[in-house]
C-alpha cells in the first residue's frame, strides 16, 4: 500500500512540473477603467474616420454643406424677394380693377344721364310741336281745348295699364278753365266678344282721381284696369264737363 501510494504521488508530481505540465502565462494586470478609455478612444478615432471620410466623399462627389447653405440662404432671399414683388403686383392689380370699376360705373351714369337728356329733350320737342299747333281751329274743339300725346302701356301685373296725355288750351279761347272729369272709353275683347268700358263708371269711389282742372295746360299720367284675361284693342279719353264733351283723342292698340 505504500508504495501505490508513493507512485500515485510521483505521477502527480510529473503531471504538474513534468514536460506534459500546463503551461502557464504571465500577464501585466489593467485596471477596468483603463480599458473603458481605451475603448472610447477607439470609438472616437472610428467615428472621426468615418466623418472625415464622408466629408471627402461629398466633395468628391461635388457636394459641400457651405455651398449648399449659402445656396439655400441665397434662394430664400430669392423667394423673398419675389413674393414682395408679387405682393405689390396684386396690389397694383387691385387698384387697376378699382379703378376701372370707377370707370365703368361713371360711365354707366353718364349713359344714363344722356338717356335721360335725350328723352326730356324728345319730350321738351314734342311739347313744342304740340304748343305750335294749338291754333283755331286745328285739332281744338270750338272753346279751344285739346287732348294731345295720348300713350297707354301695359304696367306691371296683367290687365293694368298707365296713361299719360298732354291737355293744353289755346289763347282768345272763349272759356279760360275746364273743370270736369277725365273718362276714358276702352274696347275691350272678353271671351271672344269685343266689350265697351268706361272709366271711372258712375258711382265708383275712385272717380275723384280723374277730375281735373286746367287754366292753360295740363301734362297728366296714372292708371288703370281691366279684367283678366281681356284684351285692350283702344282707348278714347274724353274731357267730359257738365254732361257734354269738350275734347277728346283716341287711340288704337
Keep these: 500500500m505504500a508504495v501505490l501510494a508513493t507512485s500515485l504521488i510521483r505521477k502527480r508530481l510529473r503531471q504538474r512540473f513534468g514536460i506534459s505540465a500546463p503551461k502557464v502565462a504571465v500577464r501585466t494586470h ?5 480599458r473603458l478609455l481605451l475603448v472610447v478612444a477607439v470609438l472616437s478615432l472610428s467615428l472621426a474616420a468615418a466623418a472625415w471620410v464622408y466629408d471627402v466623399g461629398r466633395r468628391f462627389a461635388g457636394f459641400h454643406s457651405r455651398e449648399s447653405d449659402r445656396e439655400i440662404s441665397s434662394l430664400r432671399t430669392r423667394t423673398e424677394a419675389l413674393e414682395t414683388e408679387l405682393a405689390v403686383l396684386r396690389q397694383s392689380s387691385a387698384a387697376g380693377e378699382s379703378s376701372v370699376q370707377i370707370e365703368r360705373s361713371a360711365k354707366e351714369r353718364l349713359l344714363r344721364q344722356v338717356a335721360q337728356l335725350e328723352q326730356e329733350n324728345a319730350s321738351l320737342k314734342e311739347d313744342l310741336a304740340f304748343f305750335e299747333s294749338i291754333v283755331p281751329g286745328v285739332g281744338a274743339s270750338e272753346d279751344g281745348l285739346k287732348i294731345s300725346r295720348l300713350r297707354v302701356e301695359p304696367e306691371g301685373e296683367e290687365g293694368r295699364y ?20 277725365l273718362q276714358f272709353h276702352l274696347k275691350v275683347q ?14 265708383d269711389s275712385a272717380a275723384g282721381k280723374f277730375r281735373l282742372e286746367i287754366k292753360r295746360f295740363l301734362r297728366t299720367e296714372g292708371y288703370f284696369s281691366i279684367p283678366k284675361g281681356a284684351v285692350l284693342k283702344g282707348v278714347e279719353a274724353r274731357l267730359v264737363q257738365d254732361g257734354s264733351v269738350r275734347a277728346k283723342q283716341s287711340l288704337s292698340l
Design 30 to 34: 489593467v485596471s477596468w477603467y483603463w
Design 162 to 181: 298707365r296713361y299719360r296725355l298732354l291737355i293744353a288750351m289755346e289763347s282768345g279761347a272763349r272759356s279760360k278753365e275746364f273743370r270736369g272729369l
Design 190 to 203: 272678353q271671351a271672344g266678344k269685343d266689350v265697351m268700358m268706361i272709366l271711372p263708371a258712375e258711382g
